[in-house]
Each structure stands twice: as structure tokens, then as C-alpha cells.
């Protein structure tokens, strides 16, 4: 019969898993499957770590071996990083859950911290139930984790079926099965999913079955939770099955509840089964799914049974009802005790008759409970009466009634419109402030919940003033600083009027930014034009002209070759500037060059030898004294040029001069001869003397012409 039934389950489980998976997910997206092993590989016992990542399905067998070997692993961190496929593979529980008989003592826990990082955990299957010993019981469960000492599991969905078929030996303590954790002994069990089919005896829950002590918050449930009775009655609820001393806020039940009776007492809650000493807390939840038994015991929207529990802020719009005994059932709780107090709770009129169940010994002032239509439900009087303590809830689009704004995807709208209105041109902009755009971007995160939604406006924000704190980059004034370098490294001087460069350079504006760069290109042109429009002074010819002034003067016929002086004075170009002052002076020095190379024509002292021909002609023994003709005729000296004509024609006229002051001897006084002579040779000397005086008197002029000319 235990094959049978153990068969039976393990088939639920494969069924079950598979009727859950997307289709397209079967050929994509899906982990690998577990084969069943067993890694432990990453754990040093040694040296162990503060914080470990789980990447597979073995390695999360694997923790689960670890603790069930006795290491609590408290203070220690596992994430993991990746979706788990268990392959609908009979799961061990990561913590068995001891408790000793004799002490009481629990061990075989786990109290470190698991993150799940997001990620589901699917295939989820256990059949094996609780089972007492000699010595103890297994105090954990049949769920993904058994028994959770002191520590946390969050941000986890778990997938897969939990069917426990045997309800164990007669007085079992307990059989808790849930999708999470099984027994929660002080942990916490926070923003956790369950999709996974629940079904089995005694305790049962989508999250926690039995929860002492502990706390559960922001969790879900959406898979159906079945409890069935063997010889004792069942604890059943969407969210924990049995609660003491606990804590849970902002929790939804969305599957369906149902418990099952053929024999002892129970109680089914769409949040929580029973709520028994010490207080329990229940704020903020609510529970949409069916709630339903068959048998002769209570039922409740929010709560089962209600003896030691604060409700405050709960609605409820699932259907509740009990076929056997519609009395024991209540819309937000089943059995209300007086140790229970009931504030700002809310149900669906049609979703059952009353807000608690009639045999209920609470008293009425301490439950207040309200039945609304489905209109007020969705009105948004409604919603602000439920955030009149704590604003946690919120209206999501085509979804009925409020939920929480933890589960209402953030408004991002104020973000992506600020996106927008960033430049498409940020190369404009100083580095500075174009990274305090780029982190203001950076930091937004995508994804967040309407419960973030101020975090989300702050993105916006951000982002808007830091786009308003762009500041421009410095215009580029380079090519003005090139064009003023220009303009001073002219000599002003050299020109006619300098005050338009001036005028140009002293216009210039600084502290123009990028988007003015064309008034900057404006200002460089302005004095590049100006430079441009300088005109030069003209050179100075003062020089060249007193040089052709001299050349002029001279008297070019005194001189062998005066060609080079006339051209040095025919190669003057005018009109020349001021910066071609050189080519102007080189003009004068070729005119003065020219000037210094002329040669002047030899003296004539044709004269001088027609006087020394003449000296020579003379007897000087004739003359009583012939050395002034001859010192004259010594003197002279040659080569003289023609600017020393009068030197050389005094050269003649002192020869000339010496031979007129000539005296000749005297000859004795003697008779006249026959044919006397005297006369004629008087006549000839005579002839002589006057032919030498007018031979002098021609030279003479001549050479004062030549001296004129």
C-alpha cells in the first residue's frame, strides 16, 4: 500500500511540475536538469567562507547535506545565481530539523542567510512525511528548506509539487509541508514566491507551514494548498499553517486554500491556518484565493482560527466558504477568540456572509470589520483608507481591488521623459558636468516597484538637474590668440595707419563659450581682415636720391667709363614700401658703388711736351743761365688725370715761362763784314720768338676749354 501511494505521489509531482512550465520554456531558458548528485566540492570545512554562490542543482543539494550534517552555517551568505531545475528528484530539505525529546533541544537548522537572488528553484518534489523516533522527532518538514533556525531565505520562487500521502504513526507531532520552509523557528522568510502544489496532513502552507517565532513578509502564494486528516485534524493556510508568537505584513494568498476533513479538528485560513498564544501579528494582507473545507470546523479569508492575533489593515476577496457548517466560517476570520483584536479590515460582501464566524466570543468592538462592494473595493476611498497607517498599497492597471505597491512595476515615465531631454550633443559640455549626467543616468535601476517610486522620481530628479547643470565648454580661442600673436608681432611703425588691428584686438570678448564660437571666429576674422588691410608706409629714397643728385653732378666726360653710374641710376624702381627698404638702399649703394668705380680720362700734357720739345730745342749754352727751364721742364710730373688739367698746363706755363726769361750770352762788338748778316739772323730770332708765343697762346686756350668743358 506505502508503493502504491508513494508511486502515486511521485507521479502528482512529475504532473503537476510539468502542467506548470510554460511550453516555450521546455525548449528554452530551462537550467539542466539535476541528476541527483551531490557537490559539496565548494565547502572547505577547513576555512570556510563568509559568503558562497550556488550555481547549480547539486551544489543546493549539497548545502542541503552540509546542514543536515550539523553545520548551521550561521552568519554565512549563500546566493544563488541562477535558476535550479530539480528535476522533480525526491528532495532531501536543506535542514531535517531535530528535536530531542528529553531537552527539547532542536538542531540540524539552518541560520545563515540564503538569497535567492531572484531566481526560481523549480521541480520542487518531496513525498517523504515527519516521523517520530524513540529518542525525538524530525521537527522540520516536507518544503524546499525544513527546518530555518534563526536564519533568512529571500528574494526566491520556488516551482514543483509537495505531497506528503502518508500522515505518519498515530500522535505524530507534526507533518509540516509547505513550498518554502517547513518549520520556521525564529528565521525570516521575506519577498519569497510559491507556486508549488502543497498537499498532505497536519500543518500545511504555500510558505511556511509552521511558524514560530519567526517572520514572514512581502511573500506570495499561488500554488493550491490541500490539507487532509488522517486520525488527527489538519492546520492548513495560504500563507503559514500554525503561527505563535509570529509576524507576518504584506503577504497574498492567490491559490486556492482547501482543507480536506474525514476526522479530528482543523482550521483553513487564506493567510493563516491558526494563530495561537503568543500574539501574532497580521498587517497588511490580503487573500483573493478560494477558501474552503468540507468538514465541521473553521474557516477564515484572512485567518482559520484566531485566539492570539493582531489583525490590522487585511481585506479580503476570496471566496470562503464550509459545506459542512456555513456558521464556522467568516470572511476575514473563522473562530475569532477574545485574545484576538481586529482593526481597518475589509471583505468582499458576496465573498462570504459574515466578517467572522458566529461562534467567534471576540467582542465586537475589538473586530472591526467592514463589507464592501466590489465597486468601493476598487474605489479609490477605499485605497486611501487602507493607507491611513501605512501607505504600502496601490491600484495596478486591470488587476481588481488594491495590491501592493511592492508588486505594481515603478512609473518611470518622470525618467524617461528626463532621458529625453539630455543634448544629443553632450561634446559640448564640460567634462565635469557630462559625468554628472552620465551618473545620474548610471544610477537608475530598472525594475522597481511602485513601493520605490519615490526612488524612481529621484532618478528623475537627478537626472533633470543634472542636465540643468550642464555648463557649456570655453569657445576655442586659439585661432584668435594665433591672429592677435600676428597682429603684435608687426612693427606698427611700418605702417600708415595701425589702429584697425588695434581697434580689432582690443574688441575681443573672452569668456565666450562653445555656442558662441562664431562671434570667436567673428573677432579672428575681424583683426585678420584688419591685418590684412594694413597698407605700408613707402620706403624712404632720401638716399637713393642724394646719391643720383651726386651722380648727376658729376661731369661724365671727365671720366673713361660712366655707363656703370648711369645704369646703377636707371635701375631705381619707385614706389617701394617700407619692408623693401633693403632693395631701396641696395639701389643707392649699386648708385654710390658705381659712383666710387668711375676712373677718370688722363690730363693733356700735349702742352708740356710741346714746352719740353721747345726747352730742348734750345742751346742752353746760348743763355746765361739754363736751369729754370730745366728745373721747369723737371717738375713736371705724369700721370695726372684730367681733374688736375690745371696742374699739368702750370707744368707748361712754368717751362714757358723759363724759357721767356732766358738771356743770352752776350757777343763781342766787332767790324762789320762784307755782307753784314746781322739783321737777317736778328729777323729770323725774331720770327722764332713770335711763332713759339702764339704756338704757347693756342695750347694754352685749348686746354682752358678742355677745363671748362
Not at 197 to 217: F, K, P
Not at 412 to 418: G, L, N, P, S, W
Not at 501 to 520: F, G, L, M, S, Y
Request: hydrophobic share 40%; glycine share 10%; with cysteine.
Amino acid at each position: 500500500m506505502r508503493r502504491v501511494k508513494k508511486a502515486w505521489a511521485l507521479l502528482l509531482c512529475l504532473c503537476t511540475a510539468i502542467s506548470l512550465m510554460p511550453t516555450p520554456a521546455l525548449a528554452a531558458g530551462i537550467p539542466e536538469d539535476w541528476d541527483g548528485t551531490v557537490d559539496t566540492s565548494w565547502y572547505d570545512p577547513g576555512s570556510p567562507n563568509q559568503s558562497y554562490e550556488i550555481a547549480s542543482a547539486a551544489q543546493l543539494a549539497g548545502l542541503a547535506e552540509l546542514v543536515n550534517e550539523g553545520n548551521d552555517f550561521s552568519g554565512t551568505t549563500f546566493t544563488l545565481t541562477t535558476d535550479i531545475n530539480l528535476n522533480d528528484k525526491e528532495w532531501t530539505p536543506i535542514g531535517k530539523g531535530y528535536m530531542d525529546w528529553g531537552t527539547g533541544e532542536t538542531s540540524l537548522g539552518f541560520s545563515g542567510t540564503f538569497d535567492g537572488g531572484m531566481h526560481t528553484v523549480q521541480g520542487l518534489c518531496v513525498t517523504v512525511n515527519s516521523a517520530a523516533s524513540n529518542d525525538g522527532y524530525i521537527l522540520g518538514g516536507a518544503a524546499l528548506f525544513g527546518y530555518l533556525l534563526t536564519g533568512t531565505v529571500k528574494n526566491l520562487t520556488v516551482k514543483g509539487n509537495v505531497s506528503v500521502q502518508d500522515f505518519g504513526p498515530i500522535n505524530a507531532p507534526m507533518g509540516n509541508n509547505a513550498g518554502i520552509v517547513g518549520f520556521n523557528g525564529g528565521g525570516i522568510v521575506e519577498n519569497c514566491i510559491n507556486y508549488a502544489a502543497v498537499t498532505g496532513y497536519y500543518t500545511g502552507a504555500g510558505i511556511v507551514a509552521y511558524n514560530t517565532e519567526g517572520t514572514i513578509t512581502k511573500c506570495t502564494n499561488y500554488g493550491n494548498i490541500t490539507a487532509r486528516t488522517g486520525t488527527a485534524g489538519s492546520i492548513t493556510g495560504g500563507i503559514a499553517g500554525y503561527a505563535d508568537g509570529s509576524s507576518l505584513s504584506l503577504c497574498h494568498n492567490a491559490g486556492t486554500v482547501t482543507y480536506v476533513g474525514t476526522a479530528g479538528a482543523g482550521s483553513v485560513g487564506g493567510i493563516v491556518g491558526v494563530g495561537d498564544a503568543p500574539q501574532n501579528t497580521i498587517q497588511n494582507c490580503y487573500n483573493s484565493g478560494t477558501v474552503s473545507t468540507n468538514w465541521n470546523e473553521t474557516c477564515g479569508g484572512i485567518i482559520g482560527s484566531a485566539s492570539s492575533v493582531d489583525i490590522t489593515g487585511c481585506y479580503n476577496s476570496g471566496t470562503v466558504s464550509n459545506s459542512a457548517n456555513a456558521a464556522k466560517c467568516g470572511a476575514i476570520g473563522g473562530s475569532v477568540g477574545t485574545g484576538s483584536f481586529i482593526a481597518n479590515s475589509y471583505y468582499l460582501d458576496v465573498s462570504c456572509g459574515q466578517g467572522y464566524a458566529a461562534s467567534s466570543s471576540v467582542e465586537p468592538e475589538n473586530a472591526n470589520i467592514t463589507a464592501k462592494t466590489a465597486e468601493e473595493l476598487n474605489d479609490a476611498d477605499f485605497l486611501n483608507i487602507l493607507n491611513q497607517s501605512n501607505p504600502v498599497w496601490g491600484i495596478a492597471n486591470g488587476v481588481d481591488y488594491p495590491v501592493f505597491l511592492f508588486t505594481i512595476p515603478a512609473d518611470y515615465t518622470a525618467v524617461d521623459k528626463a532621458l529625453l531631454k539630455i543634448p544629443s550633443d553632450m561634446g559640448i559640455y564640460t567634462d565635469a558636468t557630462v559625468k554628472s549626467v552620465n551618473d545620474a543616468v548610471n544610477a537608475v535601476i530598472r525594475g522597481k516597484f511602485a513601493d520605490e517610486q519615490a526612488t524612481v522620481t529621484k532618478y528623475a530628479t537627478a537626472i533633470g538637474e543634472a542636465i540643468a547643470g550642464l555648463i557649456y565648454k570655453d569657445a576655442d580661442y586659439s585661432a584668435v590668440d594665433r591672429a592677435i600673436a600676428k597682429a603684435n608681432a608687426l612693427n606698427k611703425g611700418d605702417y600708415n595707419d595701425f589702429s584697425a588691428v588695434e581697434a580689432a584686438v582690443n574688441a575681443v570678448v573672452r569668456n565666450k563659450n562653445i555656442t558662441e564660437q562664431d562671434e570667436v571666429n567673428n573677432m579672428e576674422n575681424a583683426i585678420e581682415k584688419a591685418i590684412a588691410g594694413l597698407i605700408y608706409k613707402d620706403a624712404d629714397y632720401s638716399a637713393v636720391d642724394n646719391a643720383i643728385a651726386k651722380a648727376n653732378s658729376l661731369n661724365k666726360g671727365n671720366y673713361t667709363d660712366f655707363s656703370a653710374v648711369e645704369a646703377a641710376v636707371n635701375a631705381v624702381v619707385r614706389n617701394k614700401n617700407i619692408t623693401e627698404q633693403d632693395e631701396v638702399n641696395n639701389m643707392k649703394n649699386a648708385i654710390e658703388k658705381a659712383i666710387a668705380g668711375l676712373i677718370y680720362k688722363d690730363a693733356d700734357y700735349s702742352g708740356v711736351d710741346d714746352a719740353i720739345a721747345k726747352a730742348n730745342s734750345l742751346n742752353k749754352g746760348d743763355y746765361t743761365d739754363f736751369s729754370a727751364v730745366e728745373a721747369a721742364v723737371n717738375a713736371v710730373v705724369r700721370n695726372k688725370n684730367i681733374t688736375e688739367q690745371d696742374e699739368v698746363n702750370n707744368m707748361a706755363r712754368a717751362i714757358e715761362d723759363a724759357i721767356n726769361r732766358l738771356v743770352k750770352k752776350t757777343t763781342p762788338t766787332s767790324s762789320p763784314q762784307t755782307g753784314d748778316t746781322s739783321k737777317l739772323t736778328f729777323w729770323f730770332v725774331l720770327f722764332i720768338l713770335s711763332s713759339a708765343g702764339l704756338t704757347g697762346t693756342v695750347l694754352y686756350n685749348n686746354n682752358k676749354k678742355r677745363k671748362t668743358n
